[in-house]
C-alpha cells in the first residue's frame, strides 16, 4: 500500500515549535533619536535557569568594516522561558552609518544559565555577528 508523504505529515499530531536551548539575541529594530542610533534587541532566554545579569561588549563597524566603536550593553535580568526586550543608544552614531555589529565577548555573567549556547540573528539591515 503507498501513501504519500504529505497524507502521513498530516496524520500525524502537531508539536509546537521549541526554541534550541540556550539564549538568542536579535537585533529587533534601528532608531534614530536625538543623535544617538537606538538598537532594540530581543532576548530569549531558552534555558531552564534565570540570568540575573548578563553584560555584553559589542563591536559596531562602519559599512566598509572599520570599527567605530565599542561598548557594553547591560541587558540585566534574562528569566528563563520568556522574551524580554532591551534598547541601548549609540550616541553621536547615525543608524545609516552601521553596517554591523559583533558581540566581542561577554563581560558578565551571572546566573545558571551562564554557560548555555548564544545565538544572534538580525531583522535589520545591519548584520549581528556572535
Not at 11 to 30: C, D, F, H, T
Not at 38 to 60: H, K, M, P, S, W
Not at 100 to 128: I, K
Amino acid at each position: 500500500m503507498r501513501y504519500s508523504v504529505l497524507a502521513i505529515l498530516f496524520a500525524l499530531p502537531l508539536e509546537a515549535q521549541e526554541m534550541p536551548a540556550g539564549l538568542s539575541i536579535e537585533l529587533n529594530a534601528l532608531d534614530q533619536v536625538d543623535g544617538a542610533c537606538r538598537l532594540v534587541f530581543v532576548a530569549r532566554n531558552a534555558t531552564d535557569a534565570d540570568i540575573d545579569a548578563l553584560v555584553l561588549e559589542t563591536v559596531a563597524f562602519d559599512g566598509d568594516g572599520g570599527v567605530t566603536g565599542i561598548s557594553l550593553f547591560d541587558f540585566a535580568t534574562l528569566p528563563a522561558d520568556l522574551p524580554r526586550v532591551r534598547q541601548f543608544d549609540l550616541p553621536g552614531t547615525a543608524c545609516n552609518e552601521i553596517g554591523s555589529l559583533l558581540v566581542n565577548g561577554v563581560q558578565a555573567c551571572e546566573g545558571g544559565a551562564c554557560d548555555a549556547p548564544l545565538s544572534v540573528g538580525s531583522r535589520t539591515g545591519v548584520e549581528f555577528l556572535g
